[in-house]
């Protein structure tokens, strides 16, 4: 499909890091786009995408939830491509009498938008923004990693990984559990013959510079190294959790991220698993970074233990290579847009 087309786009989870950015540049490219948020009501997010150039005419905002996920299929009827990229992150009360958990909410939206896509009968192609964090080389009996990360890899779930919390296991979970539920839906055995098209980004760490108002959670992790002040434990308890997950911290940038979404919805066919990052690296190699590239940040050394934490893991994703993508920022632009994300917002001095 050529982008000179003018197309129907759903993006959800549209007020997002990525989600907002999408739809920014879906919108440059002269799309329709219907961006779904969980709350009209909420006039930051709102007005933050109503400002956006092309917005006037060519973006339709729908309330719609995760946890609700009949709520989609209005939104999507009529649309020629999905992006989804909503996925639930806090289970409150408020929604525990519908879904034990992120999850089953996760898998339940999955289930419910792919359902839709078939249902439209216009849908070509739904394209999830899906994480890494499904893809550990780790071997299968646990006892240490592959050689080798790509596309075949996916994250044990009955393994318990270092510096792991409640929440951070129910995000591994809901992450892995989904990703698989949206692969099914391009198995015409399974969506009863529909040509229709899957397609799943396994995105890396994502850092660079944002739209939003705020530092994105994303960005906040990467830059969470302890030896950066001020330090917040619990974001780097998810970085050294990510790097005990995938053996290293793959990395990308925003601007990447977009163009692979847009990418794959460009291509004249496309279906399957795709990992979407352009660095791997330790959390150390990222400390030495900030501590050479930017003195000014007060730098410590790490401890012992992880400074003897060796795996030998190549990065073997070249799927979307193979196909034409080219990533632009290398992992220097990353890093270094992403501490200037977090000055702009006061997270670093």
């Not at 592959?146 to 009955?158: F, G, I, R």
Request: hydrophobic share 35%; glycine share 8%.
């Amino acid at each position: 499909m050529s982008n000179r087309r003018t197309c129907t786009v759903c993006v959800t989870g549209g007020a997002g890091f990525i989600g907002s950015s999408i739809v920014k540049k879906l919108l440059e490219k002269g799309h329709n786009v219907r961006a779904t948020l969980r709350n009209l009501s909420d006039e930051n997010k709102v007005g933050l995408l109503k400002r956006l150039e092309g917005a006037e005419t060519r973006l339709e905002l729908f309330q719609a939830d995760i946890y609700k996920p009949d709520e989609f299929d209005v939104v999507i009827k009529g649309c020629d491509y999905v992006f989804h990229v909503a996925t639930p992150l806090q289970h409150s009360t408020d929604n525990s009498h519908q879904f034990k958990n992120i999850t089953e909410a996760a898998l339940a939206g999955a289930k419910s938008i792919g359902e839709s896509c078939i249902r439209s009968g216009t849908v070509k192609r739904l394209i999830h923004t899906a994480s890494v964090v499904a893809a550990s080389p780790l071997k299968e009996d646990g006892t240490g990693f592959k050689d080798v990360m790509d596309e075949s890899c996916w994250t044990p779930l009955n393994h318990h990984f270092p510096y792991a919390n409640d929440h951070l296991e129910a995000y591994l979970e809901s992450k892995t559990l989904s990703e698989k539920e949206i692969l099914m839906f391009g198995d015409k055995e399974i969506n009863g013959g529909v040509e229709f098209e899957a397609v799943t980004l396994a995105c890396g760490l994502v850092g660079g510079d944002t739209i939003l108002s705020y530092l994105p959670d994303s960005t906040a992790v990467l830059v969470s190294h302890p030896t950066v002040i001020p330090y917040h434990a619990l974001r780097y308890q998810s970085l050294k959790f990510l790097e005990a997950v995938i053996g290293k911290v793959p990395i990308v940038h925003i601007d990447d991220i977009v163009e692979a979404h847009l990418f794959c919805m460009d291509q004249p066919s496309m279906t399957g698993r795709y990992l979407c990052a352009n660095g791997y690296v330790a959390t150390t190699e990222i400390g030495d970074y900030f501590r050479h590239y930017h003195p000014q940040i007060t730098i410590a050394q790490e401890s012992e233990e992880d400074e003897k934490l060796e795996r030998n893991i190549h990065w073997g994703s070249t799927k979307l290579n193979d196909i034409g993508f080219v990533y632009r920022f290398n992992v220097k632009r990353i890093l270094d847009d992403s501490v200037e994300c977090a000055k702009k917002f006061g997270d670093i001095n």
